[in-house]
């Protein structure tokens, strides 16, 4: 069961251009919403991370935006560089005591200069 | 400071042997968590370890896969009478609290081929 929905697959962005990568969720007693940078051969590292109760959050170039009633939250690269491509995963957990992440599948990112 | 390590990097091994991954967490962090990602999809959740205990190893396939953290640091997952099917990178992350919100900081991984 794919509880968290991850799209597009890949994509192709050019330099200094706007990336936007979608995830919805299914659970509802998901509480914490993290997207984590993965570059070949390496684990992945977290980038940015929402709670529910807001719907907007900011670090640099990089934006998630969080809609609770629809139960999804999408990711916005503001700018993007060369250096982002990557691949991304948005996840989601329940945000208790030492909860697991559920992934979704991923979106290959390319910036194109 | 070094971040969590995992050897071997990479694993190639024969359908049926039994094979050991092991993780070294950050120094410190509590939490450990054994993860599979394989081709083209995202990790999937193995089995969480709270100190030396075992939280949590509902995502563990079948009884082959099996995990220990016998001081509460380095841990190991071991696979036994391995398919082919089992090929996957596993992945390690630990964090330094309990609560599901810390942040993971994840191993590069252990490639792991069965012949």
């Known amino acids: 069961q794919q509880q968290v929905k991850q799209s597009p697959q890949s994509l192709i962005v050019q330099k200094g251009g706007i990336s936007i990568i979608n995830c919805a969720y299914e659970n509802t007693a998901f509480d914490y919403f993290p997207w984590y940078q993965q570059f070949p051969g390496k684990g992945p590292a977290l980038l940015i991370a929402i709670r529910p109760d807001v719907s907007e959050k900011k670090e640099g170039r990089f934006t998630i935006s969080f809609n609770k009633s629809a139960k999804q939250f999408s990711l916005h690269i503001m700018d993007s560089q060369p250096g982002d491509s990557a691949t991304y995963f948005c996840a989601a957990s329940k945000g208790e005591y030492g909860n697991k992440l559920v992934f979704g599948a991923g979106t290959i990112l390319r910036v194109k200069s | 400071g070094a971040g969590v390590s995992q050897t071997p990097s990479n694993k190639v091994t024969e359908k049926g042997k039994y094979v050991e991954l092991r993780c070294d967490p950050i120094?410190?962090?509590?939490?450990l968590y054994w993860y599979r990602q394989s081709l083209g999809q995202g990790p999937e959740f193995l089995i969480y370890?709270?100190?030396?205990?075992?939280?949590?190893d509902s995502g563990l396939p079948n009884d082959r896969f099996f995990a220990v953290r016998p001081e509460g640091s380095v841990s190991t997952l071991k696979i036994q009478r391995t398919e082919r099917g089992d090929s996957a990178v596993y992945l390690c992350?630990?964090?330094?609290?309990?609560?599901?919100?810390?942040?993971?900081?994840f191993g590069p991984g252990t490639r792991l081929t069965v012949l």
């Open positions: 370890f709270q100190g030396t205990g075992a939280a949590d």
């Open positions: 120094s410190g962090h509590t939490a």
């Open positions: 992350a630990s964090s330094y609290g309990l609560s599901g919100t810390d942040t993971q900081y």
